[in-house]
């Protein structure tokens, strides 16, 4: 599971896997800070772009980024207060879930729990 915050609109989304977030986050918006990341326990991670976006006079292409930990950037349960929507998802109706989930780390949540 992978929560990430679109930094427009303060909304959490939750991921079911890094692979699905990637898809769903673009590479372009990532890289001009449009999106935070926080692992199943609310650790931050980072992306680490593999190939760069590039930006042309007429074109813009992305590129490809992973997921990777980091230390030394704000965990979710710290930055979850700055949040003021969650999207809709199977895991997760309120940010207020979610702050229990973080509180107790061990528990994984299951589709439609």
């Not at 590479?27 to 042309?56: C, K, M, P």
């Not at 979850?80 to 989930?101: D, R």
């Amino acid at each position: 599971m992978i929560f990430a915050a679109a930094t427009d609109e303060n909304t959490l989304f939750v991921f079911a896997s890094i692979s699905e977030a990637i898809a769903y986050c673009e590479s372009i918006d990532v890289e001009d800070g449009g999106w935070i990341f926080w692992d199943h326990a609310g650790n931050a991670l980072s992306a680490e772009f593999l190939t760069q976006n590039h930006r042309g006079r007429f074109t813009v292409g992305g590129g490809t980024y992973r997921l990777v930990q980091v230390s030394g950037k704000p965990t979710l349960t710290e930055s979850i207060a700055s949040i003021h929507h969650i999207n809709g998802n199977p895991y997760f109706s309120t940010l207020s879930a979610v702050h229990e989930h973080l509180a107790t780390p061990t528990q994984v949540p299951q589709h439609g729990a």
